[in-house]
């Protein structure tokens, strides 16, 4: 093996590994906090193996955060595969951004317990670029807007409420969507 390469984890580690972000996750979004010995029970591990593999709550909170982050990213290409650029941002918006901000604002109440800066997500800035760029290539979006842009416009979904979440979102969505179009909408 060549020097500084790192062997690939074994399977049972990256299985623990994987149900302990999975316990972490739901602990998080029901309660707000993470409880080592509750997500080791949850997961099916000893709480040892999740203090070796997130040696304090915050490495667990942040690994949680990135993972959900990721799920985001990686859904934009297959929603640009299977629909038209303004059908892959509609539903990435309202069937995944907005569902996982419902769905994590226990992740959001520990995050803001952290005192360290969270990582900033070029990802999800690139996720969002893609979408902006394939309808600007559509034609159905202005070609002036940023990535940046467009991220702070669906900041409305931040105050979505979990009566009726879905048509707020695309309350939301339709309000953003009629301020991209050429010409207003």
Known sequence: MPTGSVSPRRADTRRNHERILTAAADSLKRTGA?????????????????????????????????????HLV????????????????????????????????????????????????PSMLGAVEALRQANVDAGTIRADLTAETLFRGLGGLLFLTEQDWKTEAESVVDLVWRGMCPGGG
């Open 74 to 121: 990686e859904v934009v290409p297959v929603l640009l595969a299977r629909h038209s650029p303004e059908e892959a941002f509609r539903a990435w918006v309202i069937d995944h951004l907005a569902h996982y901000m419902m769905t994590k604002r226990g992740l959001s109440t520990a995050l803001q317990a952290i005192p360290a800066d969270l990582p900033k997500y």
């Open 34 to 70: 993470v409880s080592y010995n509750a997500i080791a029970k949850c997961a099916e591990v000893g709480v040892g193996t999740v203090y070796r593999h997130f040696p304090t709550p915050e490495d667990l909170i942040l690994a949680v955060y990135d993972r959900e982050v990721q």
